[in-house]
Antibody, heavy 121, light 110 residues
């Protein structure tokens, strides 16, 4: 059974960097699929942050591209998100997920349970 | 950038009724690239339909997806109590690769 688990600080100060990790169990990241990050501000809809293949270049939401870095650590079977210069607008539940290939529209079949990150001083 | 508009914003129905949810794209979208999710309060989204009409593993056959071009539909043939939730459509854009979501449709108990 594939499981994903996000971890990281629940509170980040404005202008600092948000860092989250997604630990994957039940499937080896290096075996395939794409791996992505999403977020959902309180009471609002879903937003894609970025996606990467285990051995390829990441793709980012253009609106966040200048502040986002996604990386994969196959030795630990996990991938990470860094979002710099955060503001209150970055307050959201952050989800990681496993995504199909492009031929299936990057549909996300497994999701983490989500972690709430609040940006506040 | 392709914009997805979901309608209605809220659908009030009774268990056993049929639900028809719309997702309209601002430009033509390949059917292969259209996805539907269900999300309940406090939970992560759940994949329902990918490639516009392919049910994900374990999804009951009362859920079906259809459409092409700019108009896509998610149909729930007979609403069960557990189907009351928010539904999102998602489209994949290939140049450059990206994802966008619709604003969601809430299906609530009438």
């Amino acid at each position: 059974q594939v499981q994903l688990q996000e971890s990281g600080p629940g509170l980040v100060k404005p202008s600092e960097t948000l860092s989250l990790t997604c630990a994957v169990s039940g499937y080896s990241i290096s075996s395939g699929y794409n791996w992505g990050w999403f977020r959902q501000p309180p009471g609002k809809g879903l937003e894609w942050i970025g996606t990467m293949y285990h051995s390829g270049s990441p793709y980012y939401n253009p609106s966040l591209k200048s502040r986002v870095t996604i990386s994969v650590d196959t030795s630990k079977n996990q991938f990470s998100l860094k979002l710099s210069s955060v503001t209150a607008a970055d307050t959201a539940v952050y989800y990681c997920g496993r995504q199909f290939g492009s031929s299936s529209g990057w549909a996300c079949d497994y999701w983490g349970q989500g972690t709430m990150v609040t940006v506040s001083s | 950038e392709i914009v997805l508009t979901q309608s209605p914003g809220t659908l009030s129905l009774s268990p056993g009724e049929r639900a028809t949810l719309s997702c309209r794209a601002s430009q033509s979208v390949s059917s292969s690239y259209l996805t539907w999710y269900q999300q309940k309060p406090g939970q992560a989204p759940r994949l329902l339909i990918y490639g516009a009409s392919n049910r994900a593993t374990g999804i009951p056959d009362r859920f079906s997806g259809s459409g092409s071009g700019t108009d896509f539909t998610l149909t729930i043939s007979r609403l069960e109590p557990e189907d009351f939730a928010v539904y999102y459509c998602q489209q994949y854009g290939s140049s450059p690769p990206s994802l966008t979501f619709g604003g969601g449709t809430k299906v609530e108990i009438k």
